[in-house]
Structures are given as structure tokens and as C-alpha cells.
């Protein structure tokens, strides 16, 4: 058998032993994570790969399928006219405001 025949079998079935499929384990010296505290009983490794429904959700693509004029929104008001600024509550007496916020205390 040539070389390059025997290197070209040997990469065949390198190739071929990729696809092996075998029952995940932990590692040697290592344990699967401890049971939940609500569940009933520890998950498996296979549980434990498998994607929760929620963490890759179903895609909605809902396609116009022709134009249509929107429906009249009752909330929809036109801005208001403008005008003054409302007066103050009867019995209010404006005062100066100022920004004063007290003694200041040197060091603090």
C-alpha cells in the first residue's frame, strides 16, 4: 500500500470516530450539580444541556399582507391652544424663592 493511500485511510476513519456519540459523564474526581431545592429529583446531564422553552422563544413574523388606513384612535386630541399658565390656587400668596440651603459649616 502506498503512503499516501495509508494516510488518506487513516484520515477517513479520523474523520469517522468524530461522530462517535456516547453518554455524557462528569469528569473523573467531579459530581453533577446537587438536586435543587424544589425539585423532585437531581437532572441528568442531558437535562441539564437541554435549552429551557423560554430561553430561545418562538419567532412571530406576521407579513402585511396589504395596506390598510388605520381606525380612528378616540385618545388621539390635538394640542392644546396654548395660552397663560394656570393661576396659583386661591389663598396661595407667591413668595421670592430662593436657593438657599442654610449655614454652611466650614470642613464638613
Known amino acids: 500500500m502506498k503512503p499516501s ?3 488518506l485511510v487513516i484520515a477517513i ?3 469517522a470516530s468524530c461522530g462517535r456519540v456516547a453518554e455524557l ?3 473523573p474526581g467531579n459530581t453533577l450539580p446537587v438536586k435543587p431545592l424544589m425539585a423532585r429529583t437531581t437532572p441528568t446531564a442531558d437535562q ?3 435549552t429551557p422553552p423560554y430561553a430561545r422563544p418562538d419567532r412571530v413574523d406576521e407579513l402585511m399582507k396589504r395596506s390598510e388606513t388605520r381606525k380612528p384612535d378616540p385618545f388621539d386630541l390635538p394640542p392644546p ?3 397663560a399658565a394656570p393661576a396659583l390656587p386661591a389663598g396661595t400668596d ?3 424663592v ?3 440651603t442654610g ?3 466650614p470642613g464638613a
Open 25 to 27: 459523564k462528569p469528569a
Open 5 to 7: 493511500r495509508a494516510l
Open 48 to 50: 441539564l444541556l437541554t
Open 81 to 83: 391652544t396654548g395660552g
Open 94 to 96: 407667591p413668595g421670592p
Open 98 to 100: 430662593s436657593n438657599d
Open 13 to 15: 476513519l479520523g474523520i
Open 103 to 105: 449655614p454652611v459649616t
